[in-house]
């Protein structure tokens, strides 16, 4: 973020042609991210690796919202991040392993049954390594809130501006990963604790 600030002064010193805004609303978001999981782990390895993963959703949702897909080099590098996730949590490994698997095989079964009308590989996959780097209960968590989410918007946003019935899932996953990774925990203990 300094560095993005101290680009705006010199590109105005310089008279040298601006960034577009999004890139510098990106930065600052990225920012923001990065702060919410310090606030919330502090100094700790897992720190840096929700922050890196942080980092790749950011960018997943933006080329999802433009483009409809996901490329593949995202889910290589989450995929890294996933196996540095089992290294640190070696005790929960399984835990791990099984949130590979927990959404996106009954989402590629999906996909399979409808020919790819009902979601995309790229969600399917995103799913996969972003339950491998946050485990399975908060991947299944990321998965019905980004779901929610992206009903909820999606309607609003058809009722007002009139778009179509497709849309972007991926970053309503990608809030569905943020979200459970500052407080899924503290959801799923209350969701125990109500049922």
């Known amino acids: 973020m300094i560095v993005t600030l101290l680009g705006v002064v ?20 990225n920012g923001i991210l990065y702060l919410s999981v310090y606030m919330k782990y502090g100094l700790h390895p897992v720190t ?6 942080l980092s790749a959703l950011l960018a997943v949702s933006v080329i999802d919202l433009c483009t409809h897909e996901i490329p593949s080099g995202f889910h290589g590098f989450i995929l890294i991040l996933g196996l540095s996730a089992i290294v640190l949590d070696l005790q929960n490994r399984g835990r791990h392993l099984i949130g590979f698997f927990s959404v996106s095989l009954p989402l590629y079964l999906i996909y399979r049954l409808t020919k790819g009308r009902a979601i995309g590989g790229g969600d399917i996959k995103l799913m996969a390594v972003t339950g491998l780097v946050i485990g399975w209960q908060l991947n299944l968590l990321a998965f019905l809130l ?3 989410a992206g009903a909820v918007i999606h309607l609003i946003r058809m009722k007002i501006s ?13 809030l569905g990963v943020y979200i459970s990774i500052l407080a899924g925990n503290e959801i799923l203990a209350w969701c125990e604790r109500v049922a």
Request: net charge positive; charged share 10%; aromatic share 14%.
């Open 10 to 29: 010199i590109g105005f010193v310089l008279n040298i042609r601006m960034l577009s805004v999004r890139y510098h609303l990106i930065e600052v978001l």
């Open 48 to 53: 840096l690796l929700y922050c890196f993963l």
């Open 146 to 148: 980004g779901c929610a």
């Open 162 to 174: 009139k778009v179509s019935n497709v849309f972007a899932l991926g970053p309503y996953l990608a």
